[in-house]
Antibody, heavy 118, light 107 residues
Framework: QVQVVESGGGVVQPGMSLRLSCAPS????????IHWVRQAPGKGLEWVAV????????YYADSVKGRISISRDTSNNTVSLQMTSLRPDDTAVYYC???????????WGQGTLVTVSS | DIQMTQSPSSLSASVGDRVTITCRAS??????LNWYQQKPGKAPKLLIY???TLQSGVPSRFSGSGSGTEFTLTISSLQPEDFATYYC?????????FGPGTKVDIK
């Protein structure tokens, strides 16, 4: 069964850092793009970042560029989202999702909540 | 960035109604348009991809059409489990963008 599971969310103060992890299972991790999408409380979906199958290409939304970094750890079979200089408007549920055929997200995790508050 | 809009932002409908949601892109995205359904507290679920292809397991009452900049999602006969928020998403650009969502609730 294809699954992705996120972890690492929590409550942090503004300006702090946090690292989220995504652990795929049931599919070939190395042949899939992995995306992060977030959803602020009561708001819509916002695409955040994507990493290519081999980790050589990474793309970010303008709203997070320079503060967020996506990476792959092939030894642990995980994708991470390193977030720095966190702001209150980064508060959201962060979803990890598998990208298929370069254009759609067919399997999503349950999400991990990040709360940025003093 | 490619901007996505949806209309209406919300609608009230009854079981058995035919429901249509429109999604527009700020530039030509060919048929790289996907639809997701999200229920409260749950992750989004892929319903339709590349404009009109149903994801495995999705009931045939859902359908999609369009091309270029204008797309529609139709639910032919609304069922109780269809009350949810629906999002369109363009996959033409590497930088995906979502529409703001359409909430479908019970009349």
């Amino acid at each position: 069964q294809v699954q992705v599971v996120e972890s690492g969310g929590g409550v942090v103060q503004p300006g702090m850092s946090l690292r989220l992890s995504c652990a795929p299972s049931g599919f070939s991790f190395s042949s899939s793009r992995i995306h992060w999408v977030r959803q602020a409380p009561g708001k819509g979906l916002e695409w955040v970042a994507v990493i290519s199958e081999d980790g050589s290409a990474k793309y970010y939304a303008d709203s997070v560029k320079g503060r967020i970094s996506i990476s792959r750890d092939t030894s642990n079979n995980t994708v991470s989202l390193q977030m720095t200089s966190l702001r209150p408007d980064d508060t959201a549920v962060y979803y990890c999702a598998r990208g298929i055929a370069g254009s759609r997200l067919d399997n999503w995790g349950q999400g991990t909540l990040v709360t940025v508050s003093s | 960035d490619i901007q996505m809009t949806q209309s209406p932002s919300s609608l009230s409908a009854s079981v058995g109604d035919r429901v249509t949601i429109t999604c527009r892109a700020s530039q030509n995205i060919m048929t790289y348009l996907n639809w997701y359904q999200q229920k409260p507290g749950k992750a989004p679920k892929l319903l339709i991809y590349t404009t009109s292809t149903l994801q495995s397991g999705v009931p045939s009452r859902f359908s999609g059409s369009g091309s270029g900049t204008e797309f529609t999602l139709t639910i032919s006969s609304l069922q109780p489990e269809d009350f949810a928020t629906y999002y369109c998403q363009q996959g033409y650009s590497t930088w995906f963008t979502f529409g703001p969502g359409t909430k479908v609730d019970i009349k």
